[in-house]
């Protein structure tokens, strides 16, 4: 399986979103979207309008991160608009699972997120309605943050659910991903890395996208 970056335009400047793709474009296989309601999470930033512009504002394929209330409800417009990846929060969804068809059935890949205190074993059955499965490594809500590496083994574990059963999901992993943790991840089993500050911070974001896989790609063949 290769590696995915998504770098996050949650780092990024607001004002300016088209650009900040434009900076990324072939380099970042996704751009990662994070969408907060305050009310899932403290913070607010977007929604489906400006979702909506950036499909049209830019070719990357959009990983929209909802972080909401009631994804039942207000998921799936997201797959309708043309998001390549949906994702919603395990915590929020009434049911997982209709959620996760309805997402494929509009085209979508069907993420599921859990927070760092979220187990794992109560999504098992989950597992093989989704393309994506993301392992908060953050508290949700806020970039910046500091990599928790206590999510590491709920990462194995996933890793070693996939291999086994052979299910074609992305791990994808999202909360202070950088040089110093991106190892870490991929030697965990992580497939797919979200960056924010990692990437926006950086002079050069293409640059830095390209650095960060490179590590993700040597971890990735070690394991
Ligand atoms: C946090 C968001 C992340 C955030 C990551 O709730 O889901 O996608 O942008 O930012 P960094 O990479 O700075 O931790
Ligand atoms: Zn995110």
Known sequence: MPVVIAP???AADFARLAEAAAAVEGAADWLHVDVMDNHFVPNLTLGLPVVEALL???PIPL???LMIDDPDRWAPPYA???VASVTFHVEAAADATRL???LRARGARAGAA???GTPLEPYEDLLPELDLLLLMTVEPGFGGQEFRTAVLPK???ARKLFDASGLDVWLQVDGGINGDTIVAAAEAGATAFVAGSAVYGADDPAAAIEALRAQ????TLQR
Not at 216 to 219: F, S
């Open 8 to 10: 996050s335009i949650l």
């Open 56 to 58: 049209k504002a830019t």
């Open 63 to 65: 990983d929209c991160h």
């Open 80 to 82: 309708e608009a043309g």
């Open 100 to 102: 996760a068809r309805a």
């Open 114 to 116: 859990l927070k760092p």
């Open 155 to 157: 990462l194995r574990a």
């Open 216 to 219: 993700a790609v040597g971890a």
